[in-house]
C-alpha cells in the first residue's frame, strides 16, 4: 500500500466512524449494501452529517462562519482533489469519481444555511428545505448505485428523491418537540405547535406515507448491490413511522419516539430473508 493509499483509506475510515457514532440505522443499511458501495455512502454520510452538526449542535461558536468555511473547503477539496481535512477528503473523492452534480451539493449547503435563519416555513421554504437537506442526499447515493448509468439513474430520480423525502418528514415528525423547544423551529408550514391536533398530524402523515409508498417502487428497480442496505433503512423508517402514527399527539410532542434495538435486529433479519427469496 502506498503512502497516498494509506491516506485515502484514514479518511474514510473516519466518515465510516462518524456514521457508526451518528447513526446505528444507516449503519446497519450500509453494512449489507454490497461492499463495493461501503466507502462511498460512509463517505456521503460523513460530509452531510458534519454540515448538519454546524448548525444544530455548535451553538457557542460563530455557526454562520463555520458553515462558510466549510462550504470554501468542501468546494476547494473537489477542485484540488484533496483535503487535510479526512470528510471532505473522502467526500470529494466521491464527487470526482461519480460525478456528482454540484446542483446537489449546492442545494444541500443552501438547506444547511437556512436553518441558521428561518424558523418558521411556508410550503414553498418547505419544499426548498426537503430537497437540499435530505431528496438530494438520496440522489448522491443514487449516482454511487448506478454506477455511471445515466440512464438508471434518471428512471429511478423521483422515487429516490421521494424516499429522502419520507425519511426527513418522519424526522421533523419525530423531532417537533425538540426542534421548537430546542430551536424554535417548525418545519411543517401553517402549523402552530400550540395548536398542533391530530387531524394536522393526520394530514402529515398520509403525505408521508405517500412519500413512502412511490419510493418502495423505485426500490423494487435498484441494482441488487444496493437493493437490500437501501430497503433495510426503508423498512426501519417505516416501523418508526408506524409507532408514530399509532401515539398520541400530546406524547409525540413531549417524547421522541425510538425504535428498540431488538426491533431493528428483526427487521435487519426479515429484509435480509425477503431479499434472498426476493419477496421485497
Known amino acids: 500500500m502506498s503512502m497516498m493509499d494509506l491516506f485515502n483509506t484514514t479518511t474514510f475510515k473516519c466518515s465510516e466512524l462518524i456514521t457508526k457514532h451518528y447513526s446505528t440505522s444507516f449503519s446497519l443499511g450500509i453494512r449489507t449494501l454490497d461492499k463495493s458501495l461501503h ?13 448538519d452538526e454546524i448548525v444544530d449542535t455548535f451553538h457557542d461558536f460563530d455557526k454562520k462562519q463555520l458553515l462558510a468555511d ?12 484533496i483535503s487535510l481535512n479526512p470528510v471532505l477528503h473522502s467526500f470529494q473523492w466521491v464527487v470526482n469519481t461519480f460525478q456528482l452534480d454540484y446542483e446537489l451539493i449546492d442545494a444541500f449547503l443552501y438547506s444547511m444555511e437556512m436553518d441558521l435563519y428561518e424558523t418558521n416555513y411556508d410550503k414553498d421554504k418547505y419544499d426548498q428545505y426537503i430537497y437540499g437537506s ?6 448522491m447515493c443514487l449516482k454511487v448505485f448506478c454506477e455511471g448509468d445515466e440512464t438508471e439513474y434518471q428512471r429511478l430520480k423521483e422515487p429516490a428523491r421521494k424516499l429522502g423525502a419520507a425519511f426527513q418528514k418522519v424526522n421533523f415528525l419525530r423531532d417537533m418537540g425538540s426542534d421548537y423547544s430546542d430551536r424554535g ?22 403525505d408521508i406515507q ?3 409508498d412511490e419510493a418502495y417502487q423505485g426500490i423494487l428497480q435498484l441494482p441488487k448491490t444496493a437493493q437490500l442496505g437501501v430497503y433495510l433503512a426503508y423498512a426501519y423508517y417505516l ?13 409525540v410532542l413531549s417524547q421522541r419516539i425510538r425504535i428498540p434495538d431488538n426491533s431493528k435486529l428483526s427487521i435487519l433479519i426479515q429484509s435480509y430473508f425477503k431479499h434472498k427469496l426476493n419477496y421485497l
Open 39 to 51: 466507502r462511498p455512502i460512509y463517505a456521503i454520510y460523513g460530509f452531510v452529517r458534519y454540515a
Open 70 to 81: 466549510f462550504k470554501k473547503d468542501t468546494y476547494k477539496a473537489i477542485k484540488d482533489k
Open 134 to 139: 435530505a431528496e438530494v442526499v438520496g440522489l
Open 185 to 206: 423551529r417548525v418545519y411543517f408550514p401553517h402549523i402552530d405547535f400550540t395548536n398542533f391536533n391530530q387531524i394536522q398530524k393526520k394530514l402529515i402523515e398520509d
Open 210 to 212: 405517500k412519500d413512502f
Open 239 to 251: 416501523k418508526l413511522f408506524t409507532r408514530i402514527k399509532r401515539t398520541s399527539t400530546e406524547k
